[in-house]
């Protein structure tokens, strides 16, 4: 994949992984100068092994109530990529493995929930590390999400979000955020006090947060297959086209036109489908 700036190869498993909740993509980029992309919030805690020899910095300018972040090499970004727009910066050739979990799968890995662009190494340890050396030696995409896989079963220690809290999630889920969050506690025998503190604990963002991010992902979608922005804010519980206008820019820093045809920095089969992708190892042209 080629534009004026970056040389792209990117990749995904050839079949589903063996841990529900768990996605992969690949990412090899030579960027022929510095160049940067916006990162689209997105209902999944995303971890990304950054291998090679490139430079790779995602960075959230600072605003209003909001201080500047910085994040150098493998990260973890939480549901939402924390607060605000954020942007990936890379210069000269680097390779990436970009891991999805469910908020669900992130807590039983990580421990904890997760809301917020860190380091790889604050929440998974020296193995990030040890990773990403075994991740520059693999002698292609296929071995390298293997490695990857193999990596987190190990982390898998029987630590499980509630079921009460499971369950809440995937209702928002499946009702792509337009579901009454406040009924939801009654629904699963809880205090509201209860769910909001549990889920808040072991998701990382609050309910009605958690179900405006499932929303928000939703209507970026359907920006993206060429839905009219009025449709989308209809469709998706917008009060109307100015607020899921203002719902984008608070997001992301770019207007619904311009999500629309922005590059997701994910393998997304709607967001790439006008880009060839590969399979594991065979030659993306």
């Known amino acids: 994949m080629s534009s004026s700036q970056v040389v792209w190869d990117v990749a995904r498993p050839a079949r589903p992984s063996r841990i529900?909740?768990?996605?992969?993509?690949?990412?090899?980029?030579?960027?022929?100068?510095?160049?940067?992309l916006p990162l689209i919030p997105h209902p999944a805690v995303t971890l990304a092994v950054v291998f090679g020899g490139g430079t790779v910095t995602v960075t959230r300018p600072g605003t209003s109530g909001l201080s500047g972040l910085e994040v150098r090499?493998?990260?973890?970004?939480?549901?939402?990529?924390?607060?605000?727009?954020?942007r990936v910066r890379h210069a000269d050739a680097f390779g990436c493995v970009q891991i999805r979990l469910s908020p669900v799968l992130a807590h039983a890995l990580l421990g904890t929930g997760l809301d917020e662009l860190t380091g790889l190494?604050?929440?998974?340890?020296?193995?990030?590390?040890?990773?990403?050396?075994?991740?520059?030696?693999?002698?292609?995409?296929?071995?390298?999400?293997?490695?990857?896989?193999?990596?987190?079963?190990?982390?898998?220690d029987g630590v499980r979000a509630d079921p009460e809290v499971a369950w809440t999630w995937r209702r928002m889920r499946t009702g792509g955020?337009?579901?009454?969050?406040?009924?939801?506690?009654?629904?699963?025998?809880?205090?509201?006090?209860?769910?909001?503190?549990?889920?808040?604990?072991?998701?990382?963002?609050?309910?009605?947060?958690?179900a405006r991010l499932v929303r928000f992902d939703v209507a970026a979608h359907r920006l993206a297959a060429g839905v009219p922005a009025a449709r989308v804010a209809a469709e998706c519980g917008y009060s109307d086209q100015s607020h899921l206008h203002r719902d984008v820019l608070a997001s992301t820093g770019l207007t619904p036109t311009a999500l629309a045809v922005a590059p997701f920095l994910a393998v997304d089969d709607l967001?790439?489908?006008?880009?060839?992708?590969r399979q594991d190892s065979r030659a993306c042209r």
């Open 20 to 36: 529900p909740g768990l996605t992969m993509a690949g990412f090899g980029g030579l960027a022929r100068t510095p160049a940067d």
């Open 73 to 86: 090499g493998s990260l973890a970004a939480g549901l939402g990529l924390g607060s605000g727009p954020v």
């Open 121 to 156: 190494e604050q929440v998974w340890g020296r193995s990030a590390g040890h990773l990403a050396e075994r991740l520059a030696e693999a002698p292609g995409w296929a071995a390298r999400f293997a490695l990857t896989e193999q990596a987190l079963l190990a982390r898998l």
């Open 177 to 210: 955020g337009l579901v009454r969050v406040d009924e939801l506690a009654g629904e699963v025998g809880w205090s509201r006090k209860r769910l909001w503190s549990r889920f808040r604990a072991q998701i990382g963002l609050a309910p009605k947060q958690a």
């Open 271 to 277: 967001a790439w489908s006008s880009r060839p992708v």
